[in-house]
């Protein structure tokens, strides 16, 4: 069997006020850059710091809202040592964010909601993580149609990445990610995950969002809360570090460190 590269662990930090509830700003901003550090210790090497929810059915914040949550947590992180990717579809916010530190933006839009992203990007001189996204998280839902999903997401994706080249950004900085979730219903998410090798043929590095996610829950029995998906989420883990998946994007680093460390041990006859 051929050996497989470990993937890395990006941790999630999502800066929040619903993430957090112990109230004022300030509290969740101490909490958030905690969280983040905790997560470094538990072995991810990328903290992965958003200000806004993606979720089906959200709605936007404004940026003014979104730079307040995300830049102090980013430059703070940053100021520690950690190596952090900012989780935002808007180019002010990115640009801030580098200024503050981050070294990896982090566009779930792919550039297609904010037109300066890609420049942005380009003149920052960080790594670009390009998602496949079709539309807003409120109307996301029901873009969720395809031919063949995995073409289908292929081929959108490449033309983004063209046009990301196009716009000067280095494809060796460029990330794809195919977008578990957006504008996905389930079926299309395990559709498309078992075609990863269609969606990133190239070599490129390649990031995958599962953990916590809604089509992860269908598989268990009852209710749930979304931190109970943390099992199935490393399950998947490993079989996507199998699939040589680059960079896990995770909510419990832990748990993911512990599976790889058994993948790891598996392919390798032992622990290192
Ligand atoms: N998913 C969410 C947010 N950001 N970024 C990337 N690159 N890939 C994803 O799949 C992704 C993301 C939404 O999940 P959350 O609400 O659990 O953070």
């Known amino acids: 069997m051929s050996a497989r590269r470990r993937p890395e662990l990006w941790g999630v930090v999502n800066a929040t006020p619903d993430s957090f509830s112990d109230g004022g700003l300030f509290a969740s901003e101490r909490a958030a850059i905690e969280h983040g550090l905790s997560l470094v210790e538990q072995g991810a090497s990328v903290i992965d710091v958003g200000g806004e929810s993606t979720r089906p059915g959200a709605n936007r914040v404004s940026p003014d809202e979104e730079e307040k949550r995300v830049i102090p947590v980013v430059r703070a992180l940053a100021d520690e040592g950690v190596v952090v990717s900012v989780d935002t579809m808007r180019a002010s916010t990115a640009r801030k964010a580098v200024e503050a530190g981050a070294r990896i933006i982090n566009d779930v839009s792919g550039g297609l909601a904010d037109p300066d992203m890609f420049s942005v990007a380009a003149k920052a001189e960080v790594d670009y993580v390009l998602m496949h996204w079709r539309g807003h998280s409120n109307t996301m839902d029901s873009l969720a149609h395809y031919d063949n999903v995995g073409s289908d997401v292929a081929h959108e994706l490449r033309i983004r990445q063209e046009e990301a080249v196009r716009a000067g950004i280095d494809p060796s900085r460029l990330l794809v990610d195919p977008g578990l979730g957006f504008a996905k219903t389930p079926q299309h998410n395990w559709s498309l995950l078992s075609q990863l090798d269609e969606v990133a043929p190239s070599g490129i590095r390649m990031v995958v969002g599962a953990s916590r ?60």
């Open 213 to 272: 996610k809604r089509f992860l829950g269908e598989l268990l029995p009852g209710e749930h809360t979304p931190a109970e998906r943390d099992g199935a989420s490393a399950a998947l883990g490993v079989l996507l570090a199998e699939a040589g998946v680059f960079a896990l994007r995770v909510h419990n680093v832990r748990v993911h460190r512990e599976a790889l460390d058994v993948w790891q041990a598996f392919h390798e006859g032992g622990a290192s």
